[in-house]
Nanobody
């Protein structure tokens, strides 16, 4: 069992930056991957970015490539989502999640955080 707690959401103007954090606790193994998904009102949850914990390989959705990065802190078992050049269409509830391996598929993730709201004003 893994517990996840996100933080860092808020309101930001278009073109601005925001950093989300997700701290993991419980039975967390180095073979896991951590990812970020988002869900806008009236839309399905979509993949944003993921990182493999042991090797640090990353995987990004096309819509955020070049704008978002997913650094991690091994000692704190914390993953971040650094979001730059934000757009109104990035407005959503952002969730972090843990999977057994690097994946962009929602169904691969077994543990989820409660989510944090990000609103980008135009």
């Amino acid at each position: 069992q893994v517990q996840l707690v996100e933080s860092g959401g808020g309101l930001v103007q278009a073109g601005g930056s925001l950093r989300l954090s997700c701290a993991a606790s419980g039975r967390f193994f180095s073979s896991y991957a951590m990812g970020w998904f988002r869900q806008a009102p009236g839309k399905e949850r979509e993949f944003v970015a993921a990182i493999s914990w042991s090797g640090g390989r990353t995987y990004y959705a096309e819509s955020v490539k070049g704008r978002f990065t997913i650094p991690r802190d091994n000692a704190k078992i914390t993953v971040y989502l650094q979001m730059n050049s934000l757009k109104p269409e990035d407005t959503a509830v952002y969730h972090c999640a843990v999977a057994n391996g690097l994946s962009g598929s929602y169904s691969s993730y077994d543990w989820w955080g409660q989510g944090t709201h990000v609103t980008v004003s135009s």
